[in-house]
């Protein structure tokens, strides 16, 4: 079955930088886009970037460009996303969610939970 | 840029009345648009794509319809599971998406 496996949740300092990883499972990797999507506390969904885990082209936010990086290794079915310069408004939730017909998601992650704090 | 407004903000309903849902985007969208449920401490699930298709698993008490910039989820009757948060999905310039705000639907 398809699963998508995130990393743990992180503490960081307002500053830093925060990877989190999604592996994939149960269909080929590089058939289908991977999206990432955050959701701080109480609050909506929003988008963050996509990558195709097939060419690793990349398309972001306009309001991460600057900030964000989606990576993936084909060798291990595990696609990265690196979030720099954080802030406070940082804090949330980030799910990883596989592309259905690219741009539906069909599948999500449990999502990792991102705490920015002095 | 499209936003996409979803109404009520608040729907409160009864176990077994029927359920219905809005989601306006600013410009067309054709029929490139998804609906999610989302519970408490749970990522969100698929329930509709492309307007009007239902997602693998799905009941079939969940519906949706509409093209262009008007569509609405329909839950022809209520189960006690259903109460969540609904969110309209949709593609702006491919393979960038956004979201709607969301609609809390509650017990009554």
């Known amino acids: 079955q398809v699963q998508l496996v995130q990393s743990g949740a992180d503490v960081k300092k307002p500053g830093a930088s925060v990877k989190v990883s999604c592996k994939a499972s149960?269909?080929?990797?590089?058939?289908?886009?991977i999206h990432w999507v955050r959701q701080a506390p109480g609050q909506g969904l929003e988008w963050v970037g996509v990558?195709?885990?097939?060419?690793?082209?990349?398309t972001y936010a306009h309001k991460f460009q600057d900030r964000v990086i989606l990576t993936r290794d084909t060798s291990t079915s595990t696609v990265y996303m690196e979030l720099t310069s954080l802030r406070s408004e940082d804090t949330a939730v980030y799910y990883c969610a596989r592309g259905l017909d690219a741009i539906f998601l069909d599948y999500w992650g449990q999502g990792t939970l991102v705490t920015v704090s002095s | 840029e499209i936003v996409l407004t979803q109404s009520p903000a608040t729907l409160s309903l009864s176990p077994g009345e029927r359920a219905t849902l809005s989601c306006r985007a600013s410009?067309?969208?054709?029929?490139?648009l998804a609906w999610y449920q989302q519970k408490p401490g749970q990522a969100p699930r698929l329930l509709i794509y492309n307007a009007s298709d239902r997602a693998t698993g799905i009941p079939a008490r969940f519906s949706g319809s509409g093209s262009g910039t008007d569509f609405t989820l329909t839950i022809s009757s209520l189960e006690p599971e259903d109460f969540a948060v609904y969110y309209c999905q949709v593609r702006t310039n491919w393979p960038r998406i956004t979201f709607g705000q969301g609609t809390r639907l509650e017990i009554k």
């Open positions: 990558i195709s885990p097939g060419g690793g082209g990349t």
């Open positions: 149960g269909y080929p990797f590089t058939t289908n886009y």
């Open positions: 410009q067309s969208v054709s029929s490139y």
